[in-house]
């Protein structure tokens, strides 16, 4: 009997503990301050609002309704992204099969480009995690494939209806109203109707010289692959460069930072963070006001802001050959939409694996994630033409030295997946080295 009852008695205090006991006792002051900050800032919506899907969770991650995603047009995409057989019309003809889209995008620097500007064709050399990448100085400069910004990363691009820095490629979202440019800026494949991240699958085959076309697809065993992605699409009609970036696009998207200590926190592990982490990640959500704009899964609204950051022309190493469109892409999204309240004004970039990218802003003009910090939390600007746009969040931070400690931290490490290595194939479908085929890069990442 007295068993019986010493059972009854730890039966109930079993039951009487369910699992909010448990998550009060596992939350810290800080937990419950930084929980308290995340409700408010999740449009009522909870902690999920930032919680990035896992990159097979299909139905979770945006997409284009035009192009739904399936796991064959996502593998077919991993294989495109990676391979350099693509590099088909280069200028320069010995430059044929050296450079891929992961030229500018390789996952050692976490889909950002490894030096302060991006180099496709004419580009030679890896290094460890991409800062090899050098200018080959043997070729005409007008053959080199520079762009006049900073490649963003991959990671995380779902979570945005426009490309590019200025937002101009995309049919939806932020360009509802800005058809009338669309031709003006060398961009009428918009009215076909399709998401940026799409667009940019298309307009990047054009401006980085990549071929993509039936010719390429039968010589490097890509025909199965394209069969089973677009088995909706007629014969006729499947073996072209849109379904190639519809493909890539679609890969792209699949490119989430689901699995660093942050996104742990969110999901209700108190112990991924430190307690400096937490401190940053208030800092973060509360008086850094860095989620007026840092929202949502990516940390990345769909708006343009100026915060005057400088461009290419005031930083070192960097060559600008478009002098004329210059002042354009100086200007942002204004340079796009032609309005003067839109000027300097660029797209908020998401804020994973930041410490891989090296360098920062569209210009590249800082080189840590502190100087950044430390630059809007100060007045002065690198470009004073922004002062008439400039956001209010610069300059108004009052940050102390520890807050901006623990801000670093929290962003460097906290935002930090380190397992992008999953995204990689391990071969692509040629044979070729890649992300890079010249042969300094064949001798820096150890190709055969």
């Given at each position: 009997?007295?068993?019986f009852y010493?059972?009854s008695?730890?039966?109930?205090?079993?039951?009487?503990?369910d699992?909010?006991?448990d998550?009060?006792?596992?939350?810290s002051?800080?937990?419950?301050?930084?929980?308290?900050?995340?409700?408010?800032?999740?449009?009522?919506?909870?902690?999920?609002?930032?919680?990035?899907?896992?990159?097979d969770?299909?139905n979770?991650?945006?997409?284009d309704?035009?192009?739904?995603?399936n796991?064959y047009?996502?593998?077919?995409?991993?294989?495109?992204?990676?391979?350099?057989?693509?590099?088909?019309?280069?200028?320069?003809?010995?430059?044929?099969?050296?450079y891929?889209c992961?030229s500018?995008?390789?996952?050692?620097?976490?889909f950002?480009?490894?030096?302060?500007?991006?180099?496709?064709?004419?580009?030679i050399?890896?290094?460890?995690?991409g800062?090899?990448?050098r200018?080959?100085?043997?070729?005409p400069?007008d053959?080199?494939?520079?762009?006049?910004?900073?490649?963003?990363?991959?990671l995380?691009v779902?979570?945005?209806?426009?490309?590019?820095?200025?937002?101009?490629?995309?049919?939806?979202?932020?360009?509802?109203?800005?058809?009338?440019r669309?031709?003006?800026?060398?961009?009428?494949e918009n009215?076909l109707?399709?998401?940026?991240?799409?667009?940019?699958?298309?307009?990047g085959?054009?401006?980085?010289?990549?071929?993509?076309?039936?010719?390429?697809?039968?010589?490097?065993?890509y025909?199965?692959?394209?069969?089973?992605?677009?088995?909706?699409v007629?014969?006729?009609?499947?073996?072209?460069?849109?379904?190639a970036?519809l493909?890539i696009?679609?890969?792209?998207?699949?490119?989430?930072?689901?699995?660093?200590?942050w996104?742990?926190?969110?999901?209700?592990?108190?112990?991924?963070?430190?307690?400096?982490?937490?401190r940053?990640?208030?800092?973060?959500?509360?008086?850094g006001?860095?989620m007026?704009?840092?929202?949502?899964?990516a940390l990345?609204?769909?708006?343009?802001h100026?915060?005057?950051?400088?461009h290419?022309?005031?930083?070192?190493?960097a060559?600008?050959?478009?002098?004329?469109?210059?002042?354009?892409?100086k200007k942002?999204?204004?340079?796009?939409?032609?309005?003067?309240?839109d000027?300097?004004k660029?797209?908020?970039?998401?804020l994973?694996?930041?410490?891989d990218a090296?360098?920062?802003?569209?210009?590249?003009?800082?080189?840590?994630?502190e100087?950044?910090i430390?630059?809007?939390?100060?007045?002065?600007?690198?470009d004073?033409?922004?002062?008439?746009?400039?956001?209010?969040?610069?300059?108004?931070?009052?940050?102390?030295?520890?807050?901006?400690?623990?801000?670093?931290?929290?962003?460097e490490?906290?935002?930090?997946?380190?397992?992008?290595?999953?995204y990689?194939?391990?071969?692509?479908?040629s044979?070729?080295?890649f992300?890079n085929?010249?042969?300094?890069?064949?001798?820096?990442?150890?190709c055969?």
């Open positions: 009997m007295k068993n010493l059972l008695i730890i039966f109930l205090l079993l039951i009487s503990c699992d909010t006991d998550y009060e006792i596992a939350r002051e800080l937990d419950i301050r930084l929980d308290d900050l995340l409700e408010e800032r999740a449009n009522g919506e909870g902690k999920g609002f930032f919680i990035l899907p896992e990159s969770d299909f979770a991650i945006p997409q309704p035009l192009n739904p995603l796991t047009k996502v593998a077919l995409g991993q294989f495109l992204v990676h391979e350099t057989a693509a590099g088909g019309v280069p200028k320069m003809e010995q430059m044929e099969g050296t891929s992961a500018c995008h390789p996952v050692a620097s976490s950002y480009a490894g030096v302060r500007q991006g180099v496709g064709e004419s580009g050399g890896f290094g460890f995690a800062e090899g990448r200018i080959d100085l043997t070729m400069l053959s080199v494939d520079l762009q006049p910004v900073r490649p963003p990363t991959l995380n779902a979570y945005q209806e426009t490309a590019l820095w200025n937002g101009m490629l995309g049919a939806t979202g932020p360009n509802v109203g800005t058809e009338s669309w031709t003006a800026a060398g961009i009428p009215n109707g399709f998401q940026g991240v799409e667009m940019q699958g298309l307009i085959q054009t401006t980085h010289r990549l071929k993509i076309d039936e010719e390429f697809i039968n010589n490097n065993g025909r199965w692959l394209f069969n089973k992605a677009f088995e909706d007629a014969e006729v009609d499947r073996y072209t460069p849109q379904n970036a493909a696009a679609a890969f792209n998207r699949t490119l989430l930072a689901s699995r660093s200590r996104q742990f926190y969110l999901k209700g592990d108190y112990t991924a963070l430190t307690d400096k982490e937490k940053g990640a208030i800092v973060f959500a509360d008086k006001q860095c007026n704009c840092h929202t949502g899964p990345k609204d769909q708006e343009f100026a915060f005057g950051f400088g290419f022309d005031d930083s070192i190493d060559v600008v050959l478009d002098d004329a469109g210059f002042d354009d892409v942002g999204r204004g340079g796009f939409t032609g309005n003067s309240a000027d300097y660029f797209k908020t970039p998401t994973y694996n930041l410490k090296g360098f920062y802003g569209h210009g590249s003009t800082f080189s840590t994630i100087e950044v430390r630059y809007k939390n100060g007045a002065s600007l690198q004073n033409n922004a002062i008439n746009n400039i956001a209010v969040e610069k300059g108004t931070l009052n940050l102390t030295e520890e807050e901006i400690s623990d801000l670093v931290f929290f962003v490490n906290s935002l930090y997946d380190p397992e992008l290595s999953r990689v194939p391990e071969s692509v479908k044979g070729n080295c992300p085929a010249d042969d300094q890069s064949k001798l820096d990442l150890g055969d």
